[in-house]
């Protein structure tokens, strides 16, 4: 009984952890929660119900992934990055993306074709509706989807860091009003794969992320402050 009660407990724990950071990793790759906003394990227990242990291993969990940094006596915050940072992370994006989207070319099949034309109708209707924060979160999920569809699950990995790392470079510095990935270089890129042409996937990723690279205005800072629980309420 004692050993199924500590599973049970441990279940709940592990539940509850997941929970907190699906909605912080969410908040950040929607650019709600801006870099340098202060992550109180207070006000994220008091909305979640959960004790500030629980809080912490969270916000530990996105520290691994370069999302959170901790500031010596003064807590959590989102991570912030500076130009060189955001420089490197673009030039690895560019590497590993040629290699997905160039792959892909050549084994995608015709429902992976229809699967990608059905997200890429998403993105059409939330820029039409301008909601912002829905069409950063589908913008990222393109990559991601073509990323799984090339059937390399290791540079999948590396890329969702790497997408999760761009929402907050995107967030401190580029001052574009929509998804800061366009809709029309998506429609770019799917047009190379449904050609099955490999080049072409190839040229268009790497156009692509140049044409976010060059809105993002690096080296600029933009701030906005937001409120916390309100931010998290929303993917609670």
Known sequence: ????????????????IDAI????????????????TKLSEEAIGSLFSVSRTIVRAAL??????????????RGAFVASTTPDE??????????????????????????????????????HATSDA????????????????AAHMSGNEVLAGFLKSLISRTSLILAQHSTHQESDCSVDEHAAVLAALRARDERAAGAAIVDHLQQVFERANIGQTKRTERNLSEILSRYA
């Open 1 to 16: 009984m004692a050993k199924a009660s500590t599973k049970e407990f441990e279940d709940k724990s592990g539940s509850r």
């Open 21 to 36: 950071y699906q909605a912080l990793f969410k908040a950040i790759l929607a650019q709600e929660l801006m870099p340098g």
């Open 60 to 73: 530990n969990r996105l520290h691994t992934e370069s999302l959170v940094e901790f500031r010596q006596n």
């Open 86 to 123: 955001a420089r490197q992370v673009f030039e690895a994006r560019n590497a590993i993306e040629r290699e997905i989207f160039s792959k892909l070319a050549t084994t995608i099949t015709d429902k992976q074709v229809a699967a990608l034309e059905n997200h890429l109708e998403k993105e």
């Open 130 to 145: 301008h909601d912002h924060a829905a069409a950063i979160l589908l913008s990222g999920e393109f990559h991601l989807l």
